[in-house]
């Protein structure tokens, strides 16, 4: 049986290798550690079909260095210290040929597999290569990823896939060999994902399904040779954030049924429980804000409970949450605030903090008037004193407008009875 396309048209070297012209073009960072034949320890983060594993390989043959490749899919910590010993026995310490050990799926590695890699890689035994799909901030302990460099792969774009298509065409020996004329390449291009792999895969499959000589690929075509039940919900490709999309616009609208037929999606096809959990997280914060502050508590309480028990048990706990927010009431107020307050900072530059209100722990300081006429809110009437807190240039700008809801309407009474004068609450 004949390699898959995606397999055959693997690249060998740089010089093949499409697109991440930032980490492997003329003056990339991984292109300069290659020819100084000093590799560091890599977590490589990107989408799947990006080239993650292909780099790895290519890293290993352009510096010559032996190659060990473990899955965290069904690789043990057992199976981690065969390995290393095997590279131990294979190469030196801290040598320019240390031997490189590649784990796809790292972030799949429990904590005590992730720390069975530390003094491997802290002791020189092996160079890491590590391939996630996940943010690696999140999935890899601290100790390691502080050992390691994080390079980011950068999704394929139109460019980038039409010449994958194009050199299927040109160069593989079986394509080659027929007539084929890319006519349309957006259905393509949508159903891939900018998944390369993905991408070739159906491409083979639309070339193989034709008899005659002469290929013609259309989007209609594509569309009526590729099965529906190929188009399904795909974790990082374009349905993907059309969903979560859907899904958190529908609580933004109060939408509970909309909110949780969307979950349902994302849940049937597999999605990560930590980033529907995450999301709830800055949506609990960003559309729902002071109008209900007790929306960013259950939904932080969310995201530890689901990290804690995974699927099935933790679709319950995601609908609790979801339908909840959807039902609360909204307000973006604190999310304007401090894109306004940024904002304002960027076109002001480094404004003085008022000395009134500025720290004094030094005699010196004292002296120079640090931290005079400071009035303490809680030895005045209501705990308030009428006091310059902005620097003198911004005085009286408000950044904060509370929303027009049951809650924040009553921060609005109370900012008016303090700072009405100041703000125009």
């Known amino acids: 049986m004949n390699e898959p396309l995606a397999e055959r048209l693997r690249p060998k070297t740089l010089e093949d290798y499409i697109s991440q012209s930032h980490l492997i073009g003329p003056n990339g960072s991984l292109t300069t550690s290659i020819k100084q034949g ?88 092996v160079t890491l290569i590590g391939a996630t799909t996940e943010n690696p901030s999140f999935e890899v302990i601290p100790a390691l990823l502080s050992r390691c460099q994080v390079y980011i792969l ?63 690929i259309t989007n209609d075509a594509v569309l009526n040779k590729v099965q529906s039940n190929t188009v399904r919900y795909d974790k990082t490709g374009e349905q993907h954030y059309d969903i979560i999309s859907a899904f958190i616009k529908s609580i933004r609208g109060s939408d509970p049924n909309a909110a949780v037929y969307w979950l349902a999606r994302m849940i049937e096809g ?26 960013l508590v259950i939904a932080n309480s969310t995201f530890q409970a689901v990290s804690t028990i995974g699927y099935p048990e933790s679709r319950i ?22 894109n306004d307050a940024q904002q304002l900072v960027r076109s002001t530059g480094d404004l003085s903090v008022p000395l009134s209100i500025r720290n004094a722990p030094t005699k010196l300081m004292k002296e120079l008037g640090y931290g005079d006429d400071y009035q303490y809110a809680h030895n005045h009437d209501k705990n308030f004193a009428l006091h310059e807190f902005l620097p003198d240039d911004i005085s009286g700008t408000k950044l904060y407008d509370p929303g027009n809801n049951a809650r924040e309407n009553g921060l609005r009474e109370f900012l008016k009875s303090r700072w009405k004068d100041k703000y125009g609450y």
Do not use: M
Request: overall charge negative; some cysteine; aromatic content about 6%.
């Open 154 to 216: 950068n999704s394929f774009d139109k460019n980038d896939l039409e010449t994958l298509l194009k050199r299927a065409i040109e160069k593989d020996d079986i394509l080659s060999q027929k007539n084929i004329i890319l006519d349309e390449t957006d259905a393509l291009l949508r159903l891939s994902g900018g998944d390369a792999r993905k991408l070739l895969n159906i491409f083979e499959l639309i070339v193989s399904s034709y008899d005659s000589e002469e290929i013609i």
């Open 38 to 125: 000093v590799i560091p320890s890599i977590i490589l983060w990107g989408p799947p079909g990006i080239g993650k594993t292909t780099l790895a390989h290519i890293i290993a043959n352009e510096s010559k260095r032996p190659f060990y490749t473990l899955s965290a899919i069904n690789s043990g910590v057992k199976d981690v210290r065969e390995v290393i010993d095997k590279a131990k026995q294979s190469g030196g310490l801290f040598t320019t040929k240390n031997p490189i050990l590649f784990i796809d799926e790292i972030h799949r590695f429990s904590k005590s597999q992730q720390d069975s890699l530390l003094q491997a890689v802290e002791k020189g035994w």
């Open 270 to 295: 597999g999605e990560d429980v930590k980033f529907i959990a995450r999301r709830l997280l800055i949506l609990a914060s960003e559309d729902i804000g002071n109008a209900n502050p007790t929306a």
């Open 317 to 338: 706990i995601l609908s609790q949450c979801a339908t909840y927010l959807a039902c609360s009431a909204k307000s973006n107020a604190s999310y304007k605030a401090i």
